[in-house]
């Protein structure tokens, strides 16, 4: 408020200055003179009419501003908590991983960019008795366990999501048939060499791994379908295996 009475006394200044200025200027020039009442009117109506009329445009003018400042910081706050809540709605609650839609809307992106990469089905082994012996709470937290241990195994900018119950999906972006044998098998050592102790018991934990290296023209599901045939085999094989198969064309 202040601000405005010094700026509105500011521009009433002037247009005394200006009156006056003016009166000094065209009455002689026209015959007559500058008297006292003259003075006054120079003085008095520029106060009367320039001061209130300025103070209201630079209060009408500051609102403004103060309003459009509080839009843009409404408008960012809006924006942000979009933006949470688009990665809250796309991501696993429990484990923090993409969801099963994101995961896979991420990894048909991917493809579009480039053919190279490799895509990895985890699935935790015997998670049943688990949930049967120790109840669904301690099976959340075997998941977590297992999730973390996968986290820990993929590289940094490979995609992870949890695509079911307890199975995960890995794309590992760019990587060839040696890089993505690599990362599955530490995953599954960093998944058994998780220690899990439910009532002070220790209950190891330990995942299945099928894999297929990303072929040209390939499709999502068809990557999908080869991937689940080498963890059906690694299931059958024993379970706390990786099998990573070349390309798509080989199990065609």
Request: glycine letters at 8%.
């Amino acid at each position: 408020m202040n601000s405005i009475v010094v700026r509105a006394g500011l521009v009433a200044l002037a247009a005394v200055v200006a009156s006056i200025l003016l009166a000094v200027t065209i009455v002689p020039a026209l015959g007559g003179s500058v008297d006292g009442n003259a003075w006054m009117m120079c003085i008095v109506c520029p106060l009367l009419t320039a001061w209130p009329a300025s103070a209201y445009t630079f209060w009408q003018s500051d609102r403004l501003k103060a309003a459009h400042r509080e839009l843009s910081r409404t408008h960012a706050q809006l924006a942000a908590a979009h933006r949470r809540l688009a990665d809250k709605a796309s991501r696993d609650d429990m484990t923090g991983m993409l969801n099963r839609e994101t995961f896979f809307a991420a990894l048909d992106r991917s493809r579009r960019r480039s053919d190279r990469g490799a895509l990895l089905i985890i699935d935790a082994d015997h998670f049943k008795a688990i949930n049967d012996s120790y109840g669904h709470l301690t099976g959340d937290e075997a998941l977590l366990l297992i999730a973390a241990a996968i986290k820990d195994g993929v590289r940094a900018g490979d995609i992870l999501g949890r695509i079911g119950g307890e199975e995960f999906g890995a794309f590992l972006v760019g990587a060839s048939e040696q890089e993505a044998r690599n990362v599955a098998e530490r995953i599954r050592g960093e998944v058994e060499r998780t220690v899990f102790r439910p009532e002070g018991k220790v209950v190891p934990l330990t995942v299945s791994i099928g894999g297929t290296v990303c072929a040209t023209e390939a499709t999502v599901s068809e990557l999908m379908r080869v991937a689940d045939r080498r963890l059906y085999e690694a299931k059958h094989g024993g379970r706390n295996l990786a099998i990573v198969d070349q390309c798509v064309a080989r199990a065609a």
